[in-house]
């Protein structure tokens, strides 16, 4: 029983660039969200997926898309990467209204 | 919307002694739940404890409890005999249960230091 994963753990981008954060959790939970974590700000709720086939954003969603692929899977694209967007990002999961069960991080650096 | 505050950015204890860490949250909400997590150096955030707004009674889990006082929407965390291991970022959370979304609002977290 993993949890929740995230790949990849590090990456670095050239501003322009775009990738995906990929999010996979084995728990059968529906709600799957993603946040950024940047200094001093906490945690910051970008995109959240309430059970599967739905999407909404959240409080920063502006330069990221996202897919909940199926119950299992939630990825995070960055388009076009800004500075901006250099941040650590969590994906979590969690059953309909209880605690949420994070992974590991992505530190992800744009230059 | 609601905002979660925590008002210590730093705080440190002796390790066996006792500290309690502040949250106040502001909601007109009725049906919500609180948490607080801890992240240590390793970045991994881990749920340390959880309150219902419905519930008097205050969490406890080993040496971790809280006072929750519901009418000053005031959630402070208290962490008996510290432990060297429990150095890390402390972060309280709201979660609307009304809402569909069930989305958690972070505080700006709390830094605690263990001094052996």
């Known amino acids: 029983n993993a949890g929740v994963t995230q790949t990849p753990k590090f990456q670095v981008l050239k501003t322009g660039q775009s990738m995906t954060l990929q999010c996979a959790q084995d728990m059968n939970h529906n709600s799957m969200y993603w946040y950024r974590q940047d200094p001093g700000m906490g945690l910051r709720l970008i995109y959240y997926?309430?059970?599967?086939?739905?999407?909404d954003k959240g409080e920063v969603p502006n330069g990221y898309n996202v897919s909940r692929l199926n119950k299992r899977e939630f990825s995070l694209r960055l388009e076009s990467a800004a500075p901006s967007q250099t941040s650590v990002y969590f994906c979590?999961?969690?059953?309909?209204?209880?605690?949420?069960?994070f992974g590991p991080g992505t530190r992800l650096t744009v230059t | 919307a609601q905002t979660v505050t925590q008002s210590q950015p730093e705080m440190s204890v002796q390790e066996a002694e006792t500290v309690t860490l502040s949250c106040t949250y502001d909601t007109s909400e009725n049906n919500y739940y609180l948490f607080w997590y801890k992240q240590p150096p390793s970045r991994q955030m881990i749920l340390v404890i959880r309150q219902e707004a419905y519930k008097q009674q205050n969490a406890t889990e080993n040496r971790f409890s809280v006072n929750f006082q519901k009418a000053a929407k005031s959630f402070s965390l208290k962490i008996s005999d510290s432990q060297l291991g429990d150095t890390a970022m402390y972060f309280c959370?709201?979660?609307?249960?009304?809402?569909?979304?069930?989305?958690?609002?972070f505080g700006k977290g709390t830094k605690l230091s263990v001094i052996p």
């Open positions: 979590a999961s969690s059953e309909f209204g209880y605690e949420q069960y």
């Open positions: 959370a709201f979660m609307n249960r009304g809402a569909g979304s069930y989305q958690l609002t």
């Open positions: 997926s309430a059970s599967e086939g739905t999407t």
